[in-house]
């Protein structure tokens, strides 16, 4: 079976829902074991944490190797925020930086040392946002960047490891946050926003979670092994084509 994730043990964070849900849902049907780090959720296999403190995800990452060697990281968990500079107060920019930002250096951390051995893939999600100015994204995008530059500086400070580290930029995508985040703020107006909102990708819909799964599943394959420090944004050509 091509793009074959057999014996293959991942971590994915954020798995409990959204593009998460999803990518831990295809690493599975590959033939992976995954393992969710997530503040909520259940399952045999999930692992309440929060990827903000450090020493509850060493434990958690050293309780999960203690069982067969980590071979898959998917950095997922993060969290969104709109508002420009001025709309930005400093706790929302701590709690953006915390989650975004130190959730992946501290996931990251935490494997490196499992997968120094033996190799393994460490794919984070970025955004476009971390590459192009949204407007009133400010923070969100600032911590989207860092997502970037940490998946070029694992990469290439890892490769002798035969670790690989790539990253994925969705445009909007079709999840629970999205229709939440409509309700709240445009009651009455759901449909309306929601055509909107679709319309700012080129192609003329947002993505589906199962799509960034696809791709993740591909990164993660040893069909991608020569693959690494690099960026793929998914985003209905809405940064090469929104000129």
Do not use: W
């Amino acid at each position: 079976m091509r793009y074959s994730l057999d014996n293959k043990i991942a971590i994915v964070t954020g798995g409990n829902s959204g593009i998460g849900r999803a990518i831990a849902e295809a690493l599975t049907e590959q033939g992976a074991t995954v393992h969710t780090l997530d503040l909520e959720g259940d399952g045999p296999r999930h692992h309440s944490c929060d990827v903000t403190q450090q020493r509850e995800v060493a434990a958690t990452v050293d309780r999960i190797a203690s069982a067969g060697p980590i071979d898959l990281l998917i950095n997922n968990a993060g969290i969104g925020f709109v508002g420009d500079l001025e709309q930005t107060t400093e706790a929302d920019l701590d709690r953006l930086y915390a989650v975004n930002v130190k959730g992946v250096y501290n996931c990251a951390l935490a494997c490196v040392k499992h997968m120094k051995e033996r190799g393994g893939v460490i794919l984070n999600m970025a955004s476009i946002a971390g590459t192009v100015g949204l407007a009133d994204r400010f923070a969100y995008s600032m911590t989207k960047g860092a997502v970037l530059s940490m998946t070029y500086s694992i990469a290439k400070d890892y490769l002798a490891y035969g670790i690989r580290c790539n990253s994925i930029s969705p445009a909007r995508v079709h999840t629970d946050f999205v229709d939440n985040f409509i309700a709240k703020n445009y009651p009455g107006r759901e449909q309306e926003m929601f055509a909107q909102l679709s319309a700012t990708q080129p192609i003329g819909r947002m993505g589906q979670p199962r799509e960034i799964a696809d791709l993740a599943v591909y990164l993660c394959s040893d069909e991608a092994s020569f693959i690494t420090g690099t960026d793929f944004p998914i985003d209905g050509g809405f940064i090469r084509l929104n000129s």
